[in-house]
């Protein structure tokens, strides 16, 4: 890749929405790189700023997905949470079981051996 190359902005679409709410991703590739479903140069129109949009691919157009930005914005949140979460969890497990290794590192049990004699 040449220092020169310029870099073109591409939306890669989705057909769902996804956890940041929006159905699509902002991306830049070089000049030369054809652009094919689900990609497209298309900018998103002035009219749909502040909304939910979405590409129509039948009609070759940004359209309004008619989700509220904000119901999207806490739907966003919550699945972040919910992963959040997860994470969150396995983290305290591996804790947990790092923290019964050092145990047993610092403080190997005692075993004690009890002798018996038998007495004649």
């Given at each position: 890749m040449a220092e020169t190359d310029t870099y073109k902005?591409?939306?890669v679409t989705y057909p769902v929405q996804q956890q940041d709410g929006n159905f699509y991703h902002i991306d830049y590739?070089?000049?030369y790189v054809p652009v094919e479903y689900p990609k497209t140069t298309d900018p998103i129109p002035a009219e749909l700023?502040?909304?939910i949009a979405k590409y129509d691919w039948q009609t070759g157009e940004w359209?309004?997905?008619q989700i509220d930005?904000?119901?999207?914005?806490i739907t966003a949140l919550q699945a972040?949470?919910?992963l959040l979460?997860?994470?969150?969890t396995t983290i305290k497990t591996a804790l947990a079981g790092l923290q019964k290794q050092a145990a047993a590192l610092t403080n190997p049990t005692s075993t004690t051996a009890?002798?018996?004699t038998k007495e004649a």
């Open positions: 902005q591409i939306f590739v070089p000049q700023q502040g909304k359209i309004d997905s930005p904000t119901t999207a914005a972040n949470a919910a979460m997860v994470q969150f009890t002798t018996t």
